[in-house]
């Protein structure tokens, strides 16, 4: 007898471009695996479960991979909107001054809003993450945690727009030396659930010497590196100025464009510089709410799948998106990319949801655990309830209305169970592991206390 089956769902196994429907499917997991994926007639012919969850009436899909957040920043939600020099002068005072324990205090806010809009995995871009992974342990989900390295100052809301940052060498070995004890202390951690990578935060942030550092560790380690790449004017304009070449092909000149690098954002970077990063083999994470609302961009998102590059959605940060939701950024990536083109039959449904889920996994190095519904995989998955006003109705025939409703009005409250690992944190859209009034209450408290010492400095 296995553990649990899910049967009579709506499947979506990611297996194809498709979506890989299986209409009345079925899905069997025992301990964190998925054992069986078929027709419900097929598995019950072969399976018994302790527990049996009927899903008529649902979807049944992949758990969503956010491949880019910075968690802790949750705790200044919507500071910076609708302003020109976002970083430096709308978050940079709270980035600056904003203490670890609210810092951890703030992601735990960011966990509990994924998993209830459905993202099972967490890239998460952050510091103190050696403190934040114990919020990954608690919560159970999957994460693939990055300790940001960079060189800069707390006072840098206070230089001149434009100017070069000073890089202070103290603090980059500083936080180089997190970076690598958290790889020690939490790579592989509860059974593999939890992963780390290397991430200086942009080529602007740290010194050239940092950066050949960090590829050197990763290749020790054998780990991605996770990292900010044409972000903004900003970064290009400081990488000018300190090497005298653009960010691309200078990261190309210093050995930096391969397999191992997953690169953010490419806010600035020409159609041309995208299909460069394609050709080397790195990955793109796509993060088009935080980048329309912060720069007013859509990124070259395009020219880098159509050379044939690997690219998954992130939501970045709540003072830039407002919100960390991967329905948001399934939606944000189809539309503006189709005004962008101006053209409606690019970056289709199927595309951005194959994002959402195996090609995010993918960029992240994640796929052969996560990302699609197959046997051997973990069990990571959510269910969503169709019968929501806002998903309703299904129609299969002649055309399938799922997973375009699924991305273009789907919103997160209609994910109803969250498994990770083959472990339920959500049902009924009660979290499981944190306590959902407890989390928001801390986070309000620390946020007005953050907020009141920012207004002092101002
Ligand atoms: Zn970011």
């Not at 727009?161 to 980059?172: K, N, R, S």
């Not at 653009?246 to 510089?273: C, F, K, N, S, V």
């Not at 990955?283 to 998954?312: E, K, Q």
């Not at 959402?356 to 995989?377: M, Q, V």
Request: glycine share 8%; proline share 4%; hydrophobic share 40%.
């Amino acid at each position: 007898m296995i553990q649990r089956m899910i049967i009579h769902a709506y499947l979506l196994t990611m297996t194809d471009d498709q979506g890989g429907l299986i209409m009345d499917g079925a899905v069997a997991m025992e301990g964190n695996e998925i054992v069986a994926v078929g027709t419900t007639e097929q598995l019950q012919a072969n399976y018994q479960a302790k527990e049996e969850i009927d899903a008529r009436g649902k979807v049944v899909m992949p758990g969503l991979v956010d491949a880019h957040i910075h968690t802790s920043m949750a705790l200044y939600r919507g500071v910076a909107q609708d302003m020109h020099h976002w970083l430096q002068k709308g978050v940079g005072p709270f980035f600056g001054n904003i203490t670890t324990a609210e810092a951890v205090i703030g992601s735990r806010l960011n966990i509990v809003e994924g998993i209830k809009a459905g993202t099972t995995t967490f890239s998460d871009f952050d510091n103190p993450m050696n403190l934040i992974a114990e919020n990954y342990r608690q919560a159970g989900v999957r994460a693939r945690m990055t300790s940001t390295v960079n060189a800069l100052p707390p006072t840098l809301h206070k230089l001149g727009v434009g100017e070069l940052y000073p890089l202070d060498e103290g603090i980059e070995q500083t936080k180089l030396k997190e970076a690598v004890t958290l790889l020690e202390e939490w790579h592989g951690k509860e059974n593999g659930r939890l992963t780390v990578m290397m991430g200086p935060q942009g080529p602007d942030m740290v010194s050239k010497e940092m950066l050949q550092e960090i590829k050197k560790l990763a290749q020790h380690y054998k780990t991605k590196i996770h990292m900010h790449v044409a972000q903004g004017d900003r970064e290009i304009n400081q990488v000018i100025k300190r090497y005298g070449v653009r960010t691309i092909p200078w990261l190309d000149e210093i050995g930096y464009l391969d397999q191992q690098l997953i690169a953010i954002h490419l806010t600035e970077a020409y159609d041309e510089e995208a299909a460069l990063l394609a050709n080397r083999g790195a990955s793109m994470i796509h993060c088009p709410g935080s980048i329309g609302v912060i720069d007013g961009i859509v990124p070259p998102v395009m020219a880098f799948l159509d050379a044939g590059g690997t690219a998954g959605l992130g939501s970045d940060n709540a003072p830039g998106n407002n919100c960390n939701n991967i329905f948001n950024e399934m939606k944000a990536a189809a539309v503006y990319n189709k005004i962008k083109a101006k053209d409606p039959t690019v970056m289709t449904a199927y595309k951005v949801i194959r994002m959402a889920t195996i090609e995010g996994a993918k960029a992240i190095g994640l796929d052969h655990e996560t990302g699609s519904l197959e046997p051997g995989k973990k069990a990571d998955m959510i269910i969503i309830n169709m019968k929501e006003p806002n998903l309703s109705p299904v129609i299969l025939k002649p055309v399938c209305n799922i997973i375009p409703n699924l991305v273009y009005s789907g919103r997160g409250h209609e994910v109803e169970t969250v498994i990770v690992d083959g472990r339920k944190i959500m049902e009924h859209r009660k979290v499981l592991t944190l306590n959902e009034e407890k989390v928001v209450n801390e986070a309000q408290e620390a946020a007005t206390k953050l907020a009141e010492r920012v207004a002092t400095l101002l």
